[in-house]
Nanobody
Framework: QAQVVESGGGLVQAGGSLRLSCAAS????????MGWYRQTPGKQRELVAF???????NYTDFVKGRFFISRDNAKNTVTLQMNSLKPEDTAVYYC???????????????WGQGTQVTVTS
């Protein structure tokens, strides 16, 4: 059964760093993109960063220059290095693995269960 599993969340003081990791397994389709999203209570899940199979990256404005995403295509893993963390970065972070599947290929996303990141001031 397809799985996306995150690890590496935790508690850190403002200005500190955390590294999130994600591994996708048992996904029979080629993963075209892996990314990280985050969500806080009462708000919609929002994109943090993603990386494509050819290593193109995209960061949302509020993390540019602080967060860095990398990927190991052979292992279907993605890592998010988070530096200069701010209290407003506190959220549940979700890993996502997107594939194309179906006779008429359509994008489908597998989600992890989320990992809590808490940044104290």
């Amino acid at each position: 059964q397809a799985q996306v599993v995150e690890s590496g969340g935790g508690l850190v003081q403002a200005g500190g760093s955390l590294r999130l990791s994600c591994a996708a397994s048992e996904i029979i389709f080629s993963i075209i993109r892996m990314g990280w999203y985050r969500q806080t209570p009462g708000k919609q899940r929002e994109l943090v960063a993603f990386i494509t199979s050819d290593s193109s990256t995209n960061y949302t404005d509020f993390v540019k220059g602080r967060f860095f995403i990398s990927r190991d295509n052979a292992k279907n893993t993605v890592t998010l290095q988070m530096n200069s963390l701010k209290p407003e970065d506190t959220a549940v972070y979700y890993c996502a693995a997107s594939v194309l599947r179906g006779i008429i290929p359509r994008e489908y996303t597998y989600w992890g269960q989320g990992t809590q990141v808490t940044v104290t001031s």
